[in-house]
């Protein structure tokens, strides 16, 4: 089992709609929880964290974060053209200051 | 505030040859953090430092090495250069604690030919 796990997508939504993606980790002993958008070519660009059970908003962008269920998502609403990226989500435990990526999901933004 | 940087943009090499990447942090970050992100695998970490000294990493033999100096730049190297290690080569930086979040530079693009 990946530590981290997301839907390799691609995940295509028309312009306006709100587009959901979602990331399962393996370690309980997870602290924080991070979501980079990486452009064709480009370095990630940190996008959202979030370190408590529950939701975070940031404009258009809402982080959901269940420990329980040892899953957090992102969600875009508005979604526009120039969000077609993709988004990884990592997770970082405290013991180790690392982080662990996903391999990301593809969203396709249709005009 | 400028971000973290990276130099070289590019670097080709060839089977063997010894490679220098450099990273400056953000100004007041003291942790600096290497990832490999090779074509289909995704971002793996390589190294962390943080005050000078390597506190963590990865599962990369250690051809992969590095330092971090006193205004908190760092350099990684990698000897003895295979044809796998083309990649492109990210630098992070974050203030120090576990729970910060890391940002990125542009990257270096390693080529072994």
């Known amino acids: 089992q990946k530590e981290v796990e997301q839907n390799s997508g691609p995940l295509s939504v028309p312009e306006g709609a709100i587009a959901s993606l979602n990331c399962t980790y393996s370690?309980?002993?997870?602290?924080?929880f991070f979501w980079y958008r990486q452009y064709s070519g480009k370095s990630p660009e940190l996008i959202m964290f979030?370190?408590?059970?529950g939701d975070k908003e940031d404009g258009r962008f809402t982080a959901q974060l269940n420990k329980a269920s040892q899953y957090v998502s992102l969600l875009i609403r508005d979604s526009q053209p120039s969000d077609s990226a993709t988004y990884l989500c990592?997770?970082?435990?405290?013991?180790?200051?690392?982080?662990?990526f996903g391999s990301g999901t593809r969203l396709l933004v249709r005009p | 505030e400028a971000g973290v940087t990276q130099s070289p943009t590019h670097l080709i090499k060839t089977r063997g040859q010894q490679a220098t990447l450099r990273c400056s942090p953000i100004?007041?970050?003291?942790?600096v953090y290497w990832y490999q992100q090779a074509l289909g695998l995704g971002l793996q970490f390589l190294l962390w430092?943080?005050?000078?000294?390597?506190?963590n990493r990865g599962n990369f033999p250690p051809r992969f090495s590095g330092r971090q100096f006193p205004n908190y730049s760092s350099e990684l190297n990698v000897n003895a250069l295979e044809l796998e290690d083309s990649a492109l080569y990210l630098c992070a930086s974050s203030p120090q604690g576990s729970l910060q979040p890391q940002h990125f530079g542009d990257g270096t693009r390693l080529s072994i030919l």
């Open positions: 979030i370190y408590s059970n």
């Open positions: 430092y943080d005050e000078g000294e390597e506190r």
């Open positions: 100004s007041g970050h003291t942790s």
């Open positions: 370690d309980r002993g997870s602290q924080s």
């Open positions: 990592a997770v970082g435990m405290d013991s180790s200051y690392k982080l662990i």
